[in-house]
């Protein structure tokens, strides 16, 4: 959806791009998982810890401001390296 509307918005100087978080360490998802849960998820993150809030908020902000102009179309996956 993020590469057919970037295509079809481009030509008015639109762009369109996706963030895509991984785990973010909020109250969404830490409540039902304990600890050992959490900790398998952490190793399972080459930068070893999970992601905040402020980390996508810094994503999303690049994207909306004027440095973003030539990335159209973009699957940006904030995740801390995680596959």
Known sequence: MTHVAAKEL???RIT????APGPVET???MTG????????IVK???MGRLGQPDDIAAVVSFIAGPDSGWVNGQVIRANGGSI
């Open 10 to 12: 481009g030509r008015r």
């Open 16 to 19: 369109v791009n996706t963030v």
């Open 27 to 29: 109250e969404l998802f």
């Open 33 to 40: 998982k304990s600890e050992e849960l959490v900790q398998n």
């Open 44 to 46: 399972m993150i080459p």
